[in-house]
């Protein structure tokens, strides 16, 4: 039982790059998250799925695209990638029915963009 | 969801009760107060959550005011790996599709040895 996964760990992109993140549950939950975090920040939504299927904007979701094609996958994309997108990410998911709040976090993935 | 209010910073000494308060004066009757940590450079790790009464679970006890206007996450014997950011988070549990946390910039909670 890995939890959430997130790959990659590190990366570097120049700007106007374009590059996919993927996070993968093995603990059968519908809700996912991707947040982004910058220094000295807390953590802002950027989307979330509640199921297969379905996706949701979250606080700050401009230059980033979601998909959730299969329920243990969660991917973020970067279409055209900007330094203002540097910062670390983390996918987050929580269990079905009845939502208690527990939200479990991958370790992050580091992206740079110069 | 109702805004909330912590230090941005606290020390204890190892082996010592921590105590990291959060104030959440617009808490609605059905909202729930959260905690949740976040040790450097990793995910966010939940800890415990609670309506009004008092929890208590393997890693921590949560004291929740009458008036639920604010809360006391307590840390029995904090050791040095409790270093870390503390966020307190006040939510809605309900049914529905909106399953979001909204997470603020937390206590930073520094063990001294």
């Known amino acids: 039982n890995a939890g959430v996964t997130q790959t990659p760990k590190f990366r570097v992109l120049k700007t106007g790059q374009s590059m996919t993140l993927l996070c993968a549950q093995d603990?059968?939950?519908?809700?996912m998250y991707w947040y982004r975090q910058d220094p000295g920040m807390g953590l802002r939504l950027i989307h979330y799925?509640?199921?297969?299927?379905?996706?949701a904007k979250g606080e700050v979701p401009d230059g980033y695209n979601v998909s959730r094609l299969k329920k243990q996958n969660f991917l973020l994309g970067l279409e055209s990638a900007a330094p203002s997108q540097t910062s670390v990410y983390f996918c987050?998911?929580?269990?079905?029915?009845?939502?208690?709040?527990?939200?479990?976090f991958g370790e992050g993935s580091r992206l740079t963009v110069l | 969801d109702a805004k909330t209010t912590q230090p941005p910073s606290m020390d204890c000494a190892e082996g010592r009760a921590a105590n990291l308060p959060c104030n959440h004066s617009?808490?609605?009757?059905?909202?729930?107060v959260y905690w949740y940590r976040q040790i450097h450079s990793q995910g966010p790790q939940y800890i415990i959550h609670?309506?009004?009464n008092n929890e208590t679970n393997e890693m921590a006890s949560l004291i929740i005011t009458e008036d639920r206007k604010s809360s006391t996450l307590i840390l029995p014997h904090a050791t040095l790996r409790d270093t870390a950011v503390y966020y307190c988070?006040?939510?809605?549990?309900?049914?529905?599709?909106?399953?979001?946390?909204?997470f603020g910039k937390g206590t930073l909670l520094t063990v001294n040895p």
């Open positions: 988070i006040v939510r809605v549990v309900s049914g529905g599709s909106n399953y979001k946390l909204t």
């Open positions: 603990m059968n939950h519908e809700y």
């Open positions: 617009t808490i609605s009757g059905n909202e729930y």
């Open positions: 987050a998911s929580s269990y079905p029915g009845q939502w208690t709040g527990e939200l479990f």
């Open positions: 609670g309506l009004k």
């Open positions: 799925s509640v199921g297969e299927g379905t996706t």
